[in-house]
């Protein structure tokens, strides 16, 4: 599995968003070194480093004192000083305001969604993280029942292709899915 | 074709990099807010926009003056003040140094792989946007012989995911193939 | 679209069945020779018609008279004789025994799974082409309720390889979704 | 990996053709029960054996001794009794003719373009299992050399899904190459 350097020295949890889910919340959200964002839950962090890296500021919520811990760790470890872990259960509501993305990582996320309505700014997005095609359904309707626009589902297939002198050819083996990415924008 | 929206008002050349290609190389580069990055060809100037979003400075080489005066009119359009055109050939050199990253999309670049390893910090990414394999097997050789490390070639396919009343489904029809991405690291 | 030399004088209905589907039923299921395989509903009879092709016979259902002519005119042009026409509504049962495999495209599928049950023999298969994901769950859920074993879903894509002396790539638009392929064993 | 019966009591050598693969063969060339091939070289005869199970007639080339008599038990533990293994060396030429399908899967496939093109009968398709660009690349000009028509090549990709109490989901780790099938028609 291929990280950018300032992922290589962090621990892993169970599991880490990887590097191409990122890269399409960057890509179709349009985040940059202005945005505000909010993310839960943290689990190991990466999320929310690879997030920090581009954006002005990321608070992370996690209610879970052991993800917690790791992620500061962790957070310590990648170098940035705007990423703040928020120790709360992020179902009872976001603090936060104005925010230009909110990014949603754990099940039962579509009951966030009415939350990350009132912290987003106009034209704000929230992405859902999603393992399956029933967590798309009902992260989907929330959206729609919260007026979302511009809500669609992708999903990413990366394939590493090798180069070799005796030719070139894609992996054997690799990841055909992880998550299915959720936006909806206000 | 889905857009962030700081490119919705752009105007479009013949081939534009799109976002799903671009979050690939934020993603697996790591470039972030301190970042200073040279990207060529300009064309469109999606690309070197994209960057300037996320990166402290763009670069972008074009030598076609009907090109560099299109991505000029986009630049202002994004209202970044971070990317600069630079009316000028790569092939014949780059004159920034200590970048962190270098993006090439424009036919025969691996002739400017030489250059870029001179432009690039330790530790920096060069990136080629490669339509063709005969392509990424050149690139991938100029990296090997000017003893780039961490060589490595990814395709990114994304697939939109339809959720209506009548069913959840994959769209039908889609893009099947953009570019290849190769990444050399100095 | 590519089609084999049998299918190229066919009619085509709004929605055919395409090789590359077709393929994987006759691998998966292993069906030859000796099979005995009922279709249903009939289409444009691209189905039966490749089934028709390496099965000894096929009976296929189909209840709307437009359908069953094309269909007809369509099992003439291929020059199968081993290919019947039922004008009969399979959702009230299969009256053939002992099959080898029972294919069904149409909607609400699952509803004849109970009835392909008790037409395929020992070993048999029933397969279900299901273009939404909650069609796959509802078969899933029946074949499992009917005590099929080997229960298992597949979806194919193909991408199509341009070798050209300009260099070799995979196509740029194709097809990303066209059916899910939801297998049972008796 | 998934096997249809006939192929579940195999012994499998070090890499043998997978069902999606033989599928993508069936259906493009049409190939059934009148068919007569000639598939070199046997390897552990699955490709052989999942030919016979379609075709009247099946020849497969092998000329090392101990594939050969791999091949000989798994043909005969298919119970099939229209595949013969020839120990001849398919470089020295192909003594069939009128054949309907040629399926090479070996290195250098390329040179026995020509030994096919004598062999196939008008209408008939070679095929070669090509695990690299190159050779992709080299199949394709003797093909074109060889005044081969409809010259095409395709990749095939089969994703599993998951249909579970928790929810459905594509499989996380798969196969993402084997081989690139070629095809050209006489």
């Given at each position: 599995m291929r990280f950018p350097p300032i992922m290589r020295n962090l621990k892993?949890?169970?599991?880490?968003?990887?590097?191409?889910?990122?890269?399409?919340?960057?890509?179709?959200?349009?985040?940059g070194k202005k945005s505000v964002v909010v993310d839960a839950g943290t689990g190991s962090g990466f999320l929310a480093i690879a997030l920090g890296n581009i954006a002005k500021n990321v608070?992370?919520?996690e209610r879970r004192e052991e993800f917690a811990k790791l992620a500061e760790r962790n957070i310590k470890a990648s170098g940035l000083r705007n990423v703040k872990i928020k120790r709360k259960d992020i179902f009872k509501g976001i603090s936060e305001r104005d925010l230009d993305l909110v990014t949603l990582d754990f099940a039962d996320s579509e009951k966030v969604v009415k939350h990350a309505k009132k912290a987003l700014k106009e034209g704000g997005y929230v992405v859902g993280f999603l393992p399956?095609?029933?967590?798309?359904?009902?992260?989907?309707?929330?959206?729609?029942?919260n007026k979302f626009s511009e809500v669609f589902t992708?999903?990413?297939i990366t394939r590493e292709i090798l180069v070799r002198e005796t030719g070139m050819r894609p992996e054997n083996m690799g990841l055909m899915h992880t998550v299915y990415l959720t936006f909806g924008r206000k």
């Open positions: 892993r949890g169970p599991q880490v968003v990887l590097p191409k889910d990122f890269g399409m919340v960057a890509a179709f959200t349009g985040i608070v992370t919520y399956n095609m029933e967590q798309v359904r009902d992260f989907v309707r929330e959206l729609e029942k992708m999903e990413c």
